[in-house]
């Protein structure tokens, strides 16, 4: 089943770069290109997922969330805007966002976290706290991770890392979606912090002799899950 | 006649329409205000004068009447009403030295002796001395006299009464006195008006001229207090608070768009050149490392900006609703753990020095980032101390988060330049950062109305964040 995505954008270069890159991603996409036009579609057409701009001719980005979310509608909406500001992302998450991100973007950041707002949505219901991926277990009760009969030695800020990689296994998540999700920060706090909590992960997940689990995406992110998976490739494409 | 008359009518029209606008002027209504309560008050204290100074002449003419009175009674004691009548027979001869009205009736009110031809017909007896017109014999006409009557035990009716003639001068020319009083009063009440006027006038036109000063561009311009804490001096002083914020924001604004522009410019006339190369290369060659550069560099300008916006906001006081309880414990040791890979790498060890309960009320995201800018700094420019320390400490109401190392540490004439926005310690800027690490702390701890200090730690740099704890900063003003 193809997913829709409604892109609300009044710049046609953006939208038209997001039609691309989301139809490159697997989705149908509708594009609206003022906020009254948005609000209508996002009202009419059963859409999957909303990438709402800011600002835009008619009526603003957080206007058609709120009036969204009035309805009673709980589609997942990623907000992608210039306007970056601590503050006003936290207006933006506080008007009913699930994910805030600043323009200019990374294509592969948009769609790794559209992934994870639909994963989310479809596994809303179900509270699992018994994790699994292939021969990797995680038990978040008795904070336990055992790769292959084998118990991982993991500090539990490992264990939350993990945790986070197992419930969006098979997807790619973004540096900057670890931090946020697992550290709770949303500074940039350099690229290097990440990649040494992974690598030690890595260490204790991926031994010797076994198959690699947690796989590195060039200029993305990383990957839980076995290999031969559909890759990215498409590099760090930038709007 | 020079130039076009004006008809009368719009003469009088334009007169009356200026007093109009007078009226409506805040001045205008303040002296006529003005004017009406002074004479308010002068006019009851001038009637209180006019019927005091009344009572007083009257009780002083009563006193030689009453005196003769009780001689006349005194002879009727003595010699019944046959005295009596030749006593007022008597005195009616020397009335008119005196100036006395007299009469004596019997029971049915004929007249006995006296300078009255009849009884008064609406004159009741006895009654007290009060003032009435009386008609003598040999008088042209009624004149006012000030009379009392008694009944005797014998049924005899006897009036006694003096001319008020001088109390009508008296009256006369306390009138005059208290109109011109009041006269004078109107000039004093309008001068006093325009004094006040003038005052107030001169109060607002000081305030209005700092108000044009700085419309003019002179930002720097105040009121001068007068420290009395009235109204006028309290309306002086916020206007100084707001022109002092318009001050920080325009200077701030200055700043940011002057260095901006400077800060941006390199990195890309460094992306302008890399495209003109890209272009002027033959056809199909490999482009791969030159569009790197140029990610790289647009990379770097987007910091920038994000960094240089992110302080702007904070200094300008916007994102204060954000504010929400911050574990400050919970965060050192984050960022503790956060930086530990790295710090590992580089050789230096982090330590975390806090009370567990140590909180406050701020932005979690900002604050973060100002102590992650710090860290980040100790662990650029203060590696080979090999030791860093997060230390959160309280003092008084304040609370104080430091982060220091054990290098070199910055000269204390530098200090200052190194907090300011693009200041680096590092003329060349080859370091990678783009020198608004140290301006993003300081405009975070602002934006919490705290403070930012660079302190000796000797060997090393303290770089020392102090924020208000919960209770003073949720009492602080909040906009």
């Given amino acids: ?239 | 006649m020079i130039g076009p008359a004006l008809p009368i009518a719009a003469i009088g029209d334009l007169a009356s329409r200026r007093k109009l606008r007078f009226l409506r002027s805040t001045s205008g209504r303040f002296a006529v205000l003005h004017i009406v309560f002074s004479l308010a008050c002068t006019l009851p204290v001038l009637l209180f004068v006019f019927f005091q100074i009344d009572r007083i002449i009257i009780a002083d003419f009563t006193r030689p009447l009453e005196f003769r009175q009780s001689n006349l009674e005194r002879l009727y004691a003595e010699g019944g009403i046959a005295g009596l009548t030749a006593a007022v027979e008597n005195r009616a001869r020397r009335a008119h030295r005196d100036q006395t009205a007299i009469l004596l009736v019997d029971r049915q009110g004929r007249s006995l002796a006296g300078n009255l031809s009849t009884w008064p017909q609406d004159l009741p007896a006895p009654q007290d001395w009060t003032p009435s017109r009386l008609l003598r014999n040999g008088g042209s006409e009624r004149e006012e006299f000030l009379v009392r009557t008694v009944r005797l035990p014998s049924g005899h009716r006897l009036l006694l009464g003096g001319l008020l003639d001088n109390r009508a001068d008296v009256h006369r020319a306390i009138l005059l006195a208290l109109l011109g009083a009041f006269i004078l009063a109107m000039p004093i009440a309008l001068l006093g008006s325009l004094a006040i006027v003038r005052e107030m006038n001169r109060m607002v036109a000081a305030i209005a001229i700092v108000g044009q000063h700085v419309g003019n561009g002179d930002l720097s311009s105040r009121a001068a207090l007068d420290g009395s804490g009235d109204p006028i001096d309290r309306l002086r002083s916020s206007l100084n608070t707001l022109l002092d914020r318009i001050e920080v924001l325009v200077a701030e604004h200055r700043v940011l768009t002057d260095a901006l522009a400077h800060d941006l410019r390199s990195p890309l006339t460094r992306v302008h050149i890399q495209v003109t190369r890209a272009q002027a290369d033959a056809a199909g060659s490999d482009q791969t490392a030159r569009f790197q550069a140029i990610e790289q560099e647009v990379g770097y300008v987007l910091r920038i900006l994000d960094g240089a916006l992110e302080i702007s906001r904070a200094e300008a006081g916007i994102g204060r609703g954000n504010f929400e309880q911050l574990d400050l414990n919970v965060m050192l040791h984050d960022l503790c753990e956060i930086y530990q890979p790295l710090a590992t790498g580089a050789g230096v060890t982090i330590t975390v020095v806090c009370p567990a309960d140590l909180a406050t009320y701020g932005d979690r995201s900002l604050v973060a980032r100002a102590l992650a800018n710090l860290v980040d700094n100790a662990l650029k420019y203060g590696a080979e101390g090999h030791a860093i320390t997060l230390e959160g400490s309280v003092a008084g109401d304040e609370i104080h988060l430091c982060v220091s190392d054990r290098a070199a540490g910055i000269p204390v004439e530098r200090r200052s330049e190194a907090i300011h926005k693009f200041g680096r310690l590092d003329p060349a800027r080859t370091t990678s950062g783009s020198g608004l690490g140290l301006a993003l702390v300081k405009a975070v701890a602002s934006l919490h109305r705290g403070r930012f200090e660079l302190e000796d730690n000797s060997p090393g740099l303290r770089a020392r964040m102090i924020l208000p704890d919960r209770h003073t900063a949720l009492s602080s003003p909040n906009e």
């Fill in chain 1, 1 to 239: 089943m193809t997913r829709t995505i409604l892109v609300v954008e009044d710049d046609a270069e953006t939208a038209a770069y997001l039609r691309t890159g989301l139809e490159q991603g697997g989705y149908r996409v509708e594009v609206a290109s003022d906020g009254r036009q948005g609000l209508d579609m996002a009202r009419h057409l059963n859409v999957d997922g909303i990438v709402l701009d800011r600002m835009l001719p008619e009526m603003d980005g957080l206007s058609v969330l709120t009036a969204l979310r009035q309805d009673g509608r709980d589609t997942p909406v990623i907000i992608l805007s210039a306007i970056g500001s601590t503050d006003e992302r936290v207006r933006g998450l506080r008007a009913g966002s699930d994910d805030y991100l600043v323009k200019p973007f990374a294509m592969l950041e948009l769609l790794a976290r559209l992934e994870v707002l639909q994963r989310r949505r479809l596994a809303q219901q179900v509270v699992s706290t018994q994790l699994t991926c292939l021969d990797l277990t995680l038990d978040l009760i008795a904070s336990r991770a055992e790769r292959a009969g084998q118990v991982l030695q993991l500090q539990p800020r490992a264990i939350q890392l993990l945790e986070f990689l197992m419930r969006n296994q098979g997807q790619v998540v973004t540096r900057s979606m670890i931090f946020q999700k697992v550290w709770n920060y949303d500074f940039d706090p350099g690229t290097n912090v990440i990649d040494v909590y992974v690598s030690n992960l890595r260490k204790e997940i991926d031994r010797e002799s076994l198959p690699p689990l947690l796989h590195t995406i060039r200029g993305a992110g990383y990957r839980l899950g076995s290999r031969g998976e559909e890759d990215f490739a498409t590099g760090a494409a930038t709007s």
